[in-house]
């Protein structure tokens, strides 16, 4: 038996040649994504969080780490900045106070766009 496996050992080599470039595009579309996510997660606090937690919104950030592939982003409140502590209870609430869902939202609202730079990223793979 026998087979061809020209097409396969092409794709190969194109795929090679094409990972540094496919690791910073998917550090930049994830980079952009945490921003995204970041932005609209204060917008929604802002809303949310009324006069007891108004300093807490500014204190929502995001870490971005490059991994194999692309990276990995770490986006939320920081517990070290003021009223970051507040994040949990805000978020998910508690038996006194109803969740939020800020973050949850800002996520939802960031996946289509987010999905929409992968494929262009993933689309432009292999041999021309």
């Not at 996946?111 to 730079?117: A, M, S």
């Not at 990223?121 to 041999?127: E, N, V």
Request: overall charge negative; hydrophobic content about 40%; cysteine-free.
């Amino acid at each position: 038996m026998t087979a061809d496996v020209r097409q396969l050992a092409q794709l190969a080599v194109a795929l090679e040649h094409d990972i540094p470039e496919v690791e910073r595009a998917m550090v930049a579309a994830v980079t952009r994504g945490a921003l995204n996510i970041k932005n609209d997660w204060r917008d929604n606090a802002r809303a949310s969080s009324g006069r007891h937690a108004r300093l807490y919104p500014n204190s929502i950030s995001y870490d971005v780490t490059p991994i194999p592939g692309g990276a990995k982003a770490e986006i939320g409140p920081d517990k070290g900045r003021a009223q970051g502590a507040l994040g949990n209870l805000l978020e998910f609430g508690s038996v006194n106070n109803p969740p939020h869902n800020d973050g949850g939202r800002a996520l939802l609202a960031e996946e289509p766009r987010f999905v929409l730079q992968v494929a262009a990223i993933t689309d432009g793979l292999g041999p021309g």
